[in-house]
C-alpha cells in the first residue's frame, strides 16, 4: 500500500514512528509537508500537487496536523478524500474535535460525561455563568488554546470573574469549567484506535499544578483503566468520529468526564510509558480498513 503521511516534521517522534512501523509491514510511506500541499480545487479531477509533482497514487494518508495548521491542513485532507484516498481520520471529524465547544455540545448530546461547563459573551452575564457552573474554583479555557496554555484555574469568584472580564475584553472565547479537585493534577490519556482502547496512560502534573499535560512538565506512567473509562474513551471516539484519537479524561467523584478529544495524539508518551508499539497498531488499523473511495467526503474519486 503507498501511504501519505502529512506532518510538518518528518524528525518528529510520532513521525519517525509511523514511517518506521509503515516500512516494517511492507508499505512504502511519503511523508509531506502538508503546508507545500497545492491543489486545483476547481477542477472534475480533483489533484494535489507537491513541489511540481502531482501526487494520485496514495491508497491511504495518515492526517498528522497540528492544531495552528488546521484550517489548511483540513483543506488538502479533504483534497486527498475527494480523490478516493483512504483518511486514517477523516477532515470533517477533525475539524470538529479542533473545536472544544462543539466537542463538548455533541458530548453532552451523547450523555458522555463532561465537566459542568458554560459559555456566554457579554460581560454583563459573567456573574450569572459562575452561578450556573457552581462557582469557584473554576477552570477557565481559552477556545484557541492548546498544550495546556490558555487554562487558568480562579480559586475564588471575584478571580474568576476579573479573568473572564479580561479574556472577554481581548475577543477571546472562553468556556468556564467546574474544576475537578479530587483528579489531582492527572488525567487519563486513552489511545483508541478502531473500536479498541489499545494503550493508556496517567498524566500527572508537575509538583502544585494542576495541569497535566507533558509541556507543562507533567509525566506520565502506565495505568489499567476501568470498564467505564473505556468505555466512555470509546463512545468519545465514536462521537467525534474518529478512528485513531486520545480521549482525555478526568475522574472525578462522579465517574469519568472527558476533557477533550485529540485527533492527532502524540505516540512518545504512551509508547515509552506502555512500551507497546502503538505505530504498529495505527498502520495495521489501515491495512485493515483502507479501500478506496472509503470515506464520507463525496467527490471524484478516480
Ligand atoms: P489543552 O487543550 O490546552 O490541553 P485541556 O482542556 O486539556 O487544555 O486542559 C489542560 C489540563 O488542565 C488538563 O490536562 C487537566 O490536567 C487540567 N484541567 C483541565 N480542565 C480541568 C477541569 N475542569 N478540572 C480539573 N483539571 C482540569
Ligand atoms: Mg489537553
Known amino acids: 500500500m503507498k501511504i501519505a503521511l502529512l506532518s510538518r516534521n518528518r524528525n518528529l517522534y510520532s513521525t519517525k514512528r509511523l514511517v518506521e512501523a509503515a516500512e516494517n509491514l511492507g508499505h512504502e510511506v511519503r511523508v509531506l509537508d502538508v503546508l507545500r500541499c497545492y491543489m486545483n480545487i476547481t477542477s472534475h479531477r480533483p489533484s494535489i500537487?507537491?513541489?511540481?509533482?502531482d501526487l494520485n497514487d496514495f491508497d491511504a494518508v495518515i492526517p498528522r496536523i497540528g492544531a495552528s495548521v488546521t484550517f489548511y491542513g483540513t483543506a488538502v485532507l479533504r483534497q486527498f478524500e475527494m480523490m478516493g484516498v483512504y483518511p486514517l481520520n477523516e477532515s470533517v471529524a477533525i475539524s470538529r474535535s479542533r473545536d472544544k465547544l462543539r466537542s463538548l455540545q455533541l458530548l453532552s448530546r451523547k450523555g458522555?460525561?463532561?465537566?459542568?461547563?458554560?459559555?456566554?459573551?457579554?460581560?454583563?452575564?459573567?456573574?450569572?455563568?459562575?452561578k450556573m457552573v457552581g462557582g469557584a474554583p473554576?477552570?477557565?479555557?481559552?477556545?484557541?488554546?492548546?498544550q495546556g496554555i490558555g487554562v487558568v484555574l480562579a480559586e475564588t469568584n471575584s478571580a474568576a470573574k476579573s479573568v473572564i472580564e479580561s479574556f472577554l475584553g481581548?475577543?477571546?472565547?472562553?468556556?468556564?469549567q467546574q474544576f475537578i479537585k479530587e483528579a489531582?493534577?492527572?488525567?487519563?490519556r486513552c489511545f483508541v484506535i478502531g473500536e479498541r482502547v489499545v494503550a493508556a496512560m496517567k498524566r500527572q502534573g508537575a509538583e502544585g499544578e494542576f495541569r497535566s499535560n507533558i509541556h507543562r512538565g507533567g509525566s506520565a506512567s502506565v495505568v489499567k483503566i476501568t470498564a467505564?473509562?473505556?468505555?466512555?474513551?470509546?463512545?468519545?471516539?465514536?462521537?467525534?468520529?474518529?478512528n485513531v484519537c486520545g480521549v482525555d479524561i478526568l475522574r472525578s467523584k462522579d465517574g469519568p468526564v472527558v476533557m477533550e478529544v485529540n485527533s492527532s495524539p502524540g505516540l512518545e508518551g504512551i509508547e515509552k510509558s506502555t512500551g507497546k508499539d502503538i505505530a504498529g497498531d495505527v498502520i495495521r488499523f489501515i491495512g485493515k480498513n483502507a479501500k478506496k473511495g472509503k470515506t464520507n467526503t463525496k467527490g471524484g474519486g478516480r
Open 184 to 188: 489531582g493534577g492527572s488525567d487519563i
Open 138 to 146: 473554576l477552570v477557565i479555557k481559552l477556545l484557541q488554546g492548546t
Open 228 to 242: 467505564e473509562e473505556r468505555k466512555t474513551a470509546l463512545r468519545a471516539a465514536n462521537t467525534m468520529g474518529l
Open 49 to 53: 500537487h507537491f513541489k511540481g509533482e
Open 170 to 176: 481581548l475577543n477571546a472565547s472562553v468556556l468556564v
Open 112 to 130: 458522555i460525561g463532561l465537566p459542568i461547563s458554560g459559555f456566554a459573551n457579554k460581560p454583563d452575564d459573567i456573574p450569572d455563568l459562575i
